[in-house]
């Protein structure tokens, strides 16, 4: 159970953002992932890739390779932040 310090220090996360409201988390939500590790990135990737399977070129796809793609891509449209143990993964534009 988070404490109200904690709550706080989250939303105050999140405004660093520009996540200022309910209807913003929740437009802009993607994912929360245990961990805070390359595993977790690993895992968001591959998760990420399954839901733009078919929006993007199988070249791209094929690369497995979680941080290039990260990197050269996928962060752009992405923040990614720690809060608590957990990694959580915010769309930019929403």
Request: with cysteine; net charge negative; hydrophobic share 40%.
């Amino acid at each position: 159970m988070l404490k109200e310090a904690e709550i706080d220090r989250f939303l105050l996360m999140l405004a660093d953002y520009g996540i200022k409201s309910e209807n913003e988390f929740a437009d802009s939500f993607f994912g929360e992932y245990e961990g805070n590790e390359d595993d977790v990135l690993q895992q968001f990737v591959q998760d990420w890739c399954a839901l733009a399977k078919g929006c993007l070129p199988k070249q791209l796809l094929k690369q497995n390779n979680s941080a290039k793609l990260w990197h050269e891509l996928i962060r752009f449209d992405f923040h990614r932040f720690v809060f608590n143990g957990n990694t959580y993964f915010f769309k930019r534009n929403f």
